[in-house]
């Protein structure tokens, strides 16, 4: 970690403590948010990174304007199962549960994952499973609906090729695979885009850019498996 992320972190250490002597956050927030210190998650900085709008907890990626940009309204139904990949707090996932049958969150880093669990048990959602694991050795039985990696990839120790496969193979007939990239400054590989773009094994429905995160944009695409 760089001085200045340290420095960073510091800081926002001093202020979720004020925030919270002051009534700005819940007593509920505060807990989250010390527990989520605690988890260090190592793509993250102090702040969460996705936002959850029913309790107004903040984050970096605000779920609302996600939802809305990727159109997701015109694929999630209450008949549908969702798999997150590398879905860090699952924050976005229990925002997008409302809207479907079961949503299931894949995430490596176990501290992350207790974060989101904490989270939903506090939401009483019933219907959003999370399951610590590295994705590349994640084998489930059941294939879902809608599978969404967004800005993941690059993480996920899988070439590209064989990472959509995968992907592919746990959608069901006719499923839609939600793909968003990495922001331009961070990816040293945007061939990998490239390859996920030009695969066979897909056809895109729909493609955008998102502006979310001060300016970092990165590109979605809304895929059906062929």
């Known amino acids: 970690m760089t001085l200045a992320k340290s420095l960073y972190n510091i800081a926002f250490r001093a202020k979720t403590f004020l925030d919270h002597k002051q009534g700005r956050i819940s007593d509920f927030e505060y807990r989250l948010r010390k527990k989520y210190l605690r988890a260090k998650h190592p793509h993250s900085v102090a702040e969460f990174y996705q936002s959850y709008p029913p309790l107004h907890i903040d984050g970096l990626r605000p779920t609302h304007t996600r939802y809305t940009v990727y159109g997701l309204s015109n694929y999630l139904t209450k008949k549908k199962t969702v798999l997150d990949v590398g879905g860090n707090t699952g924050f976005f996932s229990s925002y997008l549960s409302r809207f479907v049958k079961h949503i299931t969150v894949v995430e490596q880093h176990r501290g992350t994952i207790h974060v989101g669990a904490m989270l939903a048990r506090h939401e009483k959602i019933k219907n959003i499973s999370f399951i610590n694991a590295d ?30 496969k995968k992907l592919h193979g746990l959608l069901k007939p006719g499923g839609i695979l939600v793909f968003e990239s990495h922001i331009k400054e961070w990816d040293r590989h945007p061939k990998r885009m490239h390859t996920v ?27 059906k498996k062929n």
Do not use: W
């Open 135 to 164: 994705f590349s050795e994640f084998t489930p039985t059941q294939h879902y609906d809608i599978i969404m990696s967004l800005s993941v990839h690059a993480h996920i120790p899988m070439r590209t090729a064989t990472y959509i």
């Open 197 to 223: 773009e030009k695969s066979k094994l897909f056809t895109i429905l729909e493609s955008g850019f998102i502006d979310d995160n001060n300016g970092r944009m990165r590109k979605f695409l809304i895929m």
